[in-house]
Each structure stands twice: as C-alpha cells, then as structure tokens.
C-alpha cells in the first residue's frame, strides 16, 4: 500500500510559479510510474503529466505542455511538477497519483492509478 501526500499549494498571480510536492510512504516510489491530474469545480480530472518509475521518460497534457515539468527524486521518495506561466485555468486541486509496481507503463487516465493523494488547492489570480 502507497500513502500520498501533496503540499505546496496556495495562491499565485498569473503568470507566477509553483511547485508541488508528492511525498510517499508506506514503501518506496522507485518501483511506481506516478502522474499528477487536476481537477476544477464541475470539470472532470484531468491528466496534467506523468513520469516513469526511474524518471527517464515524462508525459504531458496538451493545456500545460511547454509551461509544467514534472520530476522525481527516488531517493526522497518524491515527485514534483514544477508549473511556470500560470494562468487562472489553471486553478483546479491537484492530485497526485501512483500505479501499482507491476503497471510499468506511463497512463493519462485516472483509472490507470491505483493510489491517489487527498489533492492540494491551486488558486491563479488574473
């Protein structure tokens, strides 16, 4: 079993950054692909981007692509999107998200994962 927790959430103007954290216990992250979705208010989740387990490959969704990057440090047990040129769309919660060790391949849907994290509010001011 894999327990997520995300922070770095909160308040920021358009056109500013964050940094979101993913931090995992319960075991080790090395051996899970992760990926971040979001989701605003009567919209449903979608994929913002993934990362396989050793890092080395990373995907992401059309609306953040050139803006976010996602990473991984294994030995921290934690994945970070960095999101730069926010803009208020991208307000929504932010959730990060594990597939189970034996699921290697990267996935851009929500029943793809396994393990879920209680999501982080992000808030973009015009």
């Known amino acids: 079993q894999v327990q997520l927790v995300e922070s770095g959430g909160g308040l920021v103007q358009a056109g500013g950054s964050l940094r979101l954290s993913c931090a995992a216990s319960g075991r080790t992250l090395g051996t899970n692909v992760m990926g971040w979705f979001r989701q605003a208010p009567e919209k449903e989740r979608e994929f913002v981007a993934a990362?396989?387990?050793?890092?080395?490959?990373?995907y992401y969704g059309d609306s953040v692509k050139g803006r976010f990057t996602i990473s991984r440090d294994n030995s921290k047990n934690t994945v970070y999107p960095q999101m730069n040129s926010l803009k208020p769309e991208d307000t929504a919660v932010y959730y990060c998200?594990?597939?189970?060790?034996?699921?290697?391949?990267?996935?851009?849907?929500?029943?793809?994962?396994?393990?879920w994290g209680q999501g982080t509010q992000v808030t973009v001011s015009s």
């Open positions: 998200a594990a597939r189970k060790e034996t699921r290697t391949a990267l996935s851009t849907s929500p029943p793809g994962y396994d393990y």
């Open positions: 990362i396989t387990r050793g890092g080395g490959t990373t």
